[in-house]
């Protein structure tokens, strides 16, 4: 759905406690958490046309954010186990 929030807590609620440890553990897995949030951010404000970009722009955000959760996502299993 267009405008959706996308962020990792929403993802993956199962997480919640561990992304909170990570983002305030692991500077890295801090700087992908707020990059993910950043394009999430951007992607919502061009969805709901607040923003302007072409297609293919937004489509390589989309792309990035894929990137980054499944980034993500892999660190938060490798955490939890």
Not at 23 to 41: G, M, V, W
Not at 54 to 71: A, M, T, V
């Amino acid at each position: 759905m267009l405008g959706e929030k996308h962020h990792l807590a929403l993802e993956f609620p199962e997480y919640r406690y561990q992304i909170h440890v990570l983002k305030t553990t692991d500077s890295h897995f801090a700087r992908l958490h707020q990059e993910y949030n950043d394009l999430d951010d951007e992607i919502r404000r061009t969805e709901l046309e607040i923003e302007a970009h072409s297609d293919e722009f937004l489509e390589s955000l989309k792309l990035r954010r894929l990137q980054l959760k499944d980034e993500l996502y892999g660190m938060l299993q490798k955490a939890s186990e």
